[in-house]
């Protein structure tokens, strides 16, 4: 549910929250598909984009350009980052809104052990990873392992069983813990950064 008060400005966020078929694409097709939108949103307003085209390129790379990552990652930060005017989404402010959701949505519930895991399955280069990489990795046994992965990991939703594979299983990380790789913005004020646009 996006907030009622961004669905009045002018219902920024229902632009990138509905619902998308199409999963990989590349950037052009990402852009046509965005501006398609906003322009079906105008009907007589002067709607102006968002957000940067910086903030798009960076969640581009994040999600390989899974498009249904890379709108709910916008509709997010947007929602985020509204109160009672639009803003203009700049890499910063989606830095600080993102990386401030996947703290208290996931990583506020877990326990230091188990954000170590999570960081580990995370930065996996493969994208997916078993209970023996994991122990091998941060060094603790694998029973410990599965007890963070199913007491806490996979309870909160920060992690899914990808596939399996005999005996081993492969988990992948939830589509938002990737905001964790998201650069730190600078030290300014959350208000600093936001940028009002114009609309009509």
């Known amino acids: 549910m996006v907030d009622s ?4 400005i002018p219902r920024v966020a229902s632009i990138f929250s509905e619902h998308i078929t199409l999963d990989t694409m590349d950037m052009d097709e990402i852009k046509e598909v965005l501006q398609t939108r906003l322009d079906k949103m105008k009907i007589g307003e002067n709607i102006i984009k968002p957000y940067d085209d910086e903030v798009l390129d960076i969640l ?14 916008l509709s997010t930060a947007v929602t985020s980052a509204t109160f009672d005017k639009p803003v203009l989404l700049t890499k910063d402010l989606l830095s600080i809104v993102l990386r401030e959701a996947v703290e208290s949505r996931f990583l506020a519930k877990l326990t230091p052990r188990a954000k170590d895991v999570l960081k580990i399955i995370l930065e996996t280069k493969k994208g997916e990873i078993t209970n023996r990489s994991i122990a091998d990795l941060s060094g603790l046994d694998r029973s410990n392992v599965s007890s963070y992965i199913h007491q806490e990991l996979e309870r909160h939703s920060c992690v899914y069983l990808k596939r399996k594979n005999g005996k081993d299983k492969f988990w992948s990380v939830r589509p938002e813990i990737r905001w964790m790789l998201l650069n730190p913005a600078p030290k300014d004020s959350r208000q600093g950064l936001i940028k009002p646009y114009i609309g009509g």
């Open 5 to 8: 008060i961004v669905q009045g």
């Open 60 to 73: 581009y790379k994040l999600y390989n350009g899974n498009i249904r990552d890379i709108l709910n990652s």
